[in-house]
């Protein structure tokens, strides 16, 4: 299966050759701060998997932590996905800069104990205080 995406201003396009591992809600501070919202649904990639089409000159990316590097659009700031140092071979991609509409696996929520007080959880998903091992 092949999906593709682009950030907002379509500077960047993407495609995935191969599936999107279940995704999970994140709702830790920073997902928040990158994503200005209440979470980020976020879906484990293969690199390999992971293809530019357009805009690598676009690319950015910041480090928030040591380990993790968060990386948009240059232009018009969308979140494409992130990695982390100590795992280069995935990426955590943000899956609503997706432009297929597919369903996709929602498996949980995490960084539940650092989430929005405004942020009310309406499902019945397995929550996680921090990062499930
Ligand atoms: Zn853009
Ligand atoms: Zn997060």
């Not at 948009?72 to 979140?79: A, H, K, L, R, V």
């Not at 929005?116 to 959880?121: E, G, P, Q, R, S």
Request: hydrophobic content about 35%.
């Amino acid at each position: 299966m092949s999906l593709k995406g682009s950030c907002l201003c379509g500077g960047i396009g993407y495609e995935i050759d191969g599936d999107l591992s279940p995704a999970m809600f994140c709702h830790c501070s920073k997902c928040r701060k990158s994503n200005g919202s209440a979470f980020a649904l976020n879906s484990p990639v293969k690199a390999s998997d992971f293809k530019l089409l357009s805009g690598e000159h676009l690319l950015r990316s910041y480090a928030s932590s040591e380990d993790a590097k968060r990386f948009f659009c240059e232009t018009c700031g969308s979140p494409i996905y992130s990695k982390r140092m100590s795992m280069p071979e995935i990426l955590r991609l943000r899956v609503g800069t997706l432009d297929d509409d597919i369903a996709i696996e929602k498996v949980s929520h995490i960084f539940v104990a650092s989430k929005a007080a405004w942020d009310d959880i309406h499902d019945d998903l397995p929550q996680f205080a921090e990062r499930p091992e």
